[in-house]
Protein backbone atom coordinates (compact mmCIF):
# COMPACT_ATOMS: atom_id res chain seq x y z
CA UNK A 1 0.00 0.00 0.00
CA UNK A 2 1.10 3.27 -0.53
CA UNK A 3 1.34 6.52 1.52
CA UNK A 4 -1.16 8.12 -0.58
CA UNK A 5 -4.11 5.55 -0.16
CA UNK A 6 -2.97 5.78 3.38
CA UNK A 7 -3.76 9.51 3.52
CA UNK A 8 -6.84 8.86 0.98
CA UNK A 9 -8.71 6.54 3.79
CA UNK A 10 -7.17 8.93 6.64
CA UNK A 11 -7.50 12.27 5.58
CA UNK A 12 -4.96 15.22 5.16
CA UNK A 13 -5.23 16.86 8.77
CA UNK A 14 -2.19 18.04 9.68
CA UNK A 15 -2.20 19.77 13.37
CA UNK A 16 0.45 22.23 13.89
CA UNK A 17 1.65 24.70 15.54
CA UNK A 18 3.84 27.60 15.14
CA UNK A 19 7.80 27.73 16.81
CA UNK A 20 7.44 30.43 19.04
CA UNK A 21 4.50 28.95 20.87
CA UNK A 22 5.29 28.26 24.71
CA UNK A 23 5.72 24.60 25.83
CA UNK A 24 2.60 24.51 27.94
CA UNK A 25 0.83 25.93 25.20
CA UNK A 26 1.78 23.20 23.11
CA UNK A 27 1.11 20.53 25.43
CA UNK A 28 -2.87 21.70 25.83
CA UNK A 29 -2.97 21.15 22.04
CA UNK A 30 -1.33 17.73 22.16
CA UNK A 31 -3.99 16.87 25.00
CA UNK A 32 -7.53 18.75 23.54
CA UNK A 33 -6.48 16.75 20.35
CA UNK A 34 -5.54 13.77 21.45
CA UNK A 35 -2.49 13.22 19.41
CA UNK A 36 1.09 12.05 19.66
CA UNK A 37 2.75 15.11 17.96
CA UNK A 38 2.10 18.54 16.13
CA UNK A 39 3.87 19.51 13.05
CA UNK A 40 5.86 22.99 13.93
CA UNK A 41 5.50 25.29 10.88
CA UNK A 42 6.64 28.64 10.10
CA UNK A 43 4.39 30.04 7.71
CA UNK A 44 3.99 27.45 4.58
CA UNK A 45 7.82 25.78 5.94
CA UNK A 46 7.98 22.61 7.88
CA UNK A 47 10.33 23.31 9.93
CA UNK A 48 10.20 20.52 13.08
CA UNK A 49 7.92 18.35 14.93
CA UNK A 50 7.41 18.34 18.31
CA UNK A 51 6.46 15.09 19.38
CA UNK A 52 5.53 13.92 23.18
CA UNK A 53 8.96 12.44 23.93
CA UNK A 54 10.05 15.66 22.86
CA UNK A 55 8.20 17.06 25.81
CA UNK A 56 9.38 14.39 27.55
CA UNK A 57 13.10 15.53 27.34
CA UNK A 58 12.23 18.89 27.92
CA UNK A 59 10.62 18.23 31.22
CA UNK A 60 13.56 16.57 32.29
CA UNK A 61 16.44 18.85 30.90
CA UNK A 62 14.61 22.31 32.49
CA UNK A 63 11.48 21.07 34.82
CA UNK A 64 8.32 23.30 34.73
CA UNK A 65 10.57 26.29 33.20
CA UNK A 66 10.85 24.40 30.17
CA UNK A 67 7.23 25.45 29.61
CA UNK A 68 7.32 28.91 29.27
CA UNK A 69 9.81 28.49 27.27
CA UNK A 70 9.66 28.21 22.91
CA UNK A 71 8.46 25.23 21.08
CA UNK A 72 11.72 25.94 18.72
CA UNK A 73 13.72 25.39 22.20
CA UNK A 74 12.67 21.14 22.22
CA UNK A 75 11.38 20.65 18.81
CA UNK A 76 13.00 17.78 16.39
CA UNK A 77 14.04 20.35 13.91
CA UNK A 78 16.01 17.33 11.58
CA UNK A 79 12.21 16.48 10.08
CA UNK A 80 12.36 13.13 7.95
CA UNK A 81 9.36 13.18 5.72
CA UNK A 82 7.45 10.49 3.57
CA UNK A 83 6.38 10.75 -0.21
CA UNK A 84 2.77 9.46 -1.13
CA UNK A 85 4.37 7.52 -3.98
CA UNK A 86 6.65 5.53 -1.08
CA UNK A 87 5.07 2.39 0.17
CA UNK A 88 4.38 1.20 4.06
CA UNK A 89 7.24 -1.39 3.83
CA UNK A 90 9.85 1.58 3.12
CA UNK A 91 7.71 3.90 5.95
CA UNK A 92 8.33 0.84 8.10
CA UNK A 93 11.69 0.60 7.72
CA UNK A 94 12.54 4.39 8.06
CA UNK A 95 10.93 4.49 11.16
CA UNK A 96 12.10 1.65 12.40
CA UNK A 97 15.73 2.88 12.03
CA UNK A 98 15.15 6.50 12.68
CA UNK A 99 13.14 5.89 15.85
CA UNK A 100 10.11 8.19 15.10
CA UNK A 101 6.24 7.44 15.14
CA UNK A 102 5.06 9.99 12.91
CA UNK A 103 6.25 11.83 9.13
CA UNK A 104 5.15 14.38 7.44
CA UNK A 105 3.95 13.63 4.09
CA UNK A 106 4.90 16.11 1.39
CA UNK A 107 3.06 16.60 -2.20
CA UNK A 108 4.85 18.74 -4.67
CA UNK A 109 7.29 20.44 -1.97
CA UNK A 110 3.66 21.13 0.37
CA UNK A 111 2.12 19.44 3.90
CA UNK A 112 0.45 16.87 2.35
CA UNK A 113 -0.83 15.06 6.00
CA UNK A 114 1.28 13.17 8.58
CA UNK A 115 1.47 9.17 8.64
CA UNK A 116 2.07 7.65 12.72
CA UNK A 117 3.09 4.59 13.31
CA UNK A 118 -0.21 3.67 14.05
CA UNK A 119 -1.53 4.03 11.08
CA UNK A 120 1.28 2.09 9.43
CA UNK A 121 0.53 -0.63 11.75
CA UNK A 122 -3.33 -0.22 11.28
CA UNK A 123 -2.34 -1.11 7.39
CA UNK A 124 -0.11 -3.81 7.83
CA UNK A 125 -2.95 -5.58 9.76
CA UNK A 126 -5.87 -4.77 6.86
CA UNK A 127 -3.35 -6.42 4.72
CA UNK A 128 -2.82 -9.46 6.46
CA UNK A 129 -6.26 -9.95 7.35
CA UNK A 130 -7.39 -9.58 3.55
CA UNK A 131 -4.45 -11.95 2.55
CA UNK A 132 -5.78 -15.00 5.16
CA UNK A 133 -9.06 -14.33 4.03
CA UNK A 134 -8.22 -14.97 0.30
CA UNK A 135 -5.95 -18.43 1.34
CA UNK A 136 -9.38 -19.36 3.26
CA UNK A 137 -11.37 -18.72 -0.08
CA UNK A 138 -8.59 -20.42 -2.58
CA UNK A 139 -8.51 -23.95 0.06
CA UNK A 140 -12.32 -23.66 0.10
CA UNK A 141 -12.69 -23.56 -3.14
CA UNK A 142 -9.90 -25.84 -4.18
Do not use: N, W
Not at 53 to 63: P, S
Amino acid sequence: MLVAEILKDKGDAVYSIRPDVRLGDACGELDRLRVGALIVCDADRVVGVLSERDVVRAMAAGGAAALDRPVSDFMTADVVFAAPAETVTILMGRMTDRRIRHLPVLRDGRLAGVISIGDVVKCQIAEATQEAESLRTYIAAG
